[in-house]
């Protein structure tokens, strides 16, 4: 049996975003090189959603928003 291709993803159809894409990756590369240059490091930082979602093994904690300045 042999799976066919999802008929929106070809890539005729997202050509156009390629310049975008690549001029962001570019952007993205350059500002990293520059930060690295200067010893600087990426983290991920973690972000506080209003609601769990619906998964089953995600367990929810009580968090009090005190303000929205941080």
Do not use: C, K, Y
């Given at each position: 049996?042999?799976?066919?291709?999802?008929?929106?993803?070809?890539?005729?159809?997202?050509?156009?975003?390629?310049?975008?894409?690549?001029?962001?990756?570019?952007?993205?590369?350059?500002?990293?090189?520059?930060?690295?240059?200067?010893?600087?490091?990426?983290?991920?930082?973690?972000?506080?959603?209003?609601?769990?979602?619906?998964?089953?093994h995600l367990?929810?904690?009580?968090?009090?928003?005190?303000?929205?300045?941080?």
């Amino acid at each position: 049996m042999t799976s066919q291709a999802s008929p929106w993803w070809t890539p005729d159809v997202h050509a156009d975003r390629r310049p975008r894409l690549l001029a962001r990756n570019a952007i993205a590369t350059a500002l990293r090189g520059w930060f690295a240059s200067r010893d600087f490091i990426e983290v991920t930082t973690s972000a506080l959603q209003v609601s769990p979602g619906n998964e089953a093994h995600l367990a929810a904690f009580a968090t009090e928003a005190i303000g929205t300045d941080g």
